[in-house]
């Protein structure tokens, strides 16, 4: 008698399970037994049909899967079966210059990328981060003069729509000096995406890995793409590589985020949005950070029309620093429309050197003053004298508006130094406020 153990893998029969339920965005499968985390290949049967999922809770025996691309075509002769891992990603190196989706397939018309098993990304440990001491040059004033920005930063950029932040990002693309960029594009209009791609990155177009999952792909999809751009700048930082990482927007992925949790029974916390959301946004934006050998910065933009949103104010509360954008300066022809009062980096003091942290400081002092005074301004009761201080205020108003506005000629770090210091070789520094 032949010992079973003793027969091929391959004669084996393929375990497989069914779908015994569809509803939302997920399926329950019974028949197999699963991970939470593992892929599955779902087999619809007509013409061959398959799709990837994956198993994102469990149901008693069911397991809960997520179908890659939604549930159009499933029907209950379904065959699901373990793809026995958590599935094979793209190779970063062979992905640059290319547009893949949320899946790792080409958006492009190029071939398709080979498939490899690697490990797990683990997060860089909190005491084996180095110090973010690196300033970056974004090539704009308003931004390395006074929210200047570390290598290895995280940041987000806070905008209504229209006020210029996919301009803004794809200035970055172009601008900061790195190894390669990772731009992540989640949930954008189709015709937006080859629009970014022609206009805005240029010479960069071929040292950058484009994820792109538009809003008409699932919500799983759109998930996947960010976190698979997350995976992909990982695997470049291990690689010894400064990685310039953009995300496309926050927002979107956390929508995505609420219809999976929502549709796993999760109770609607701050803002309609399950606790996952936080948790899927955190694990997000720990990618960034330099490691001992490499380092990842990350822009990541949100749709935000009110400082008071909790989706925003949970993102800022895991950055290091915003950038706010103005729709009232955009329609006003100020660009950047950066909100300089309602903008921070938290790197800030220890990035630049004294005298231009002082003039910063006197900078955002004569903003916030004038902004006090304006309404008075304008209707004719304010009175020249009455204060010294908020006359310096309201005559250096123009320089200050001249220093934030900027045409798309870059600045260096230098010349912005220079700019502004030159505001203020009429006033003594010790005048600068010190708080």
Known sequence: MNDPSSHRADTLPRLCGKIVDARGVLIRVAGLSLHIG???????????????????????????????????????????????????????????????????????????????????????????????????????RAIDGLLTCGEGQRLGVFAPAGAG????LGSFAQ????????????????????????????????????????????????LCAAELAARLACRLRERGQHVLLLVDSLTRYA???RELGLALGEPAGSGGFPPSVQARLAQLVEACGRSPVGSITGFYTMLCEHDDEPLAEEV???????????????????????????SQSRLFDRLVPTPQRLHAARFRHWLARYAELEWLIQVGEYQPGADAEADLAIAQRPSLMRFLQQQRNASSLRQTGAELARIFEATPIDAAPHG
């Open 316 to 342: 800022r509360s895991l950055m290091d620093g915003h950038i706010q954008l103005s729709s009232a300066l955009a329609e006003a022809a100020h660009f950047p429309a950066i909100d300089l009062l309602r």
């Open 38 to 140: 593992e892929r599955v290949r779902i087999r619809s049967g007509c013409e061959g049909a398959e799709q990837q999922g994956e198993v994102v809770g469990l149901e008693g025996a069911l397991a809960l899967v997520l179908p890659l691309h939604g549930l159009r075509g499933l029907s209950p002769i379904c065959e699901v079966e373990s793809c026995g891992s958590l599935g094979l990603d793209v190779d970063a190196e062979q992905a640059r210059g290319r547009v893949i989706d949320g899946l790792g397939e080409p958006l492009d018309g190029g071939p398709p990328l080979p498939r490899i098993d690697l490990p797990t990304v683990s997060p860089i440990a909190a005491l084996d981060r180095p110090a973010i001491d690196r300033p970056l040059t974004t090539g704009w």
């Open 165 to 168: 932040k996919s301009t803004l």
């Open 175 to 222: 601008r900061i000096e790195c190894d390669t960029v990772v731009l992540a594009l989640i949930g954008e209009r189709s015709r937006e995406v080859a629009d970014f791609l022609q206009r805005h990155l240029g010479e960069r177009r071929g040292a950058t890995i484009a994820v792109v999952a538009t809003s008409d792909r699932s919500p799983a999809e759109r």
């Open 255 to 257: 929508r995505a985020g």
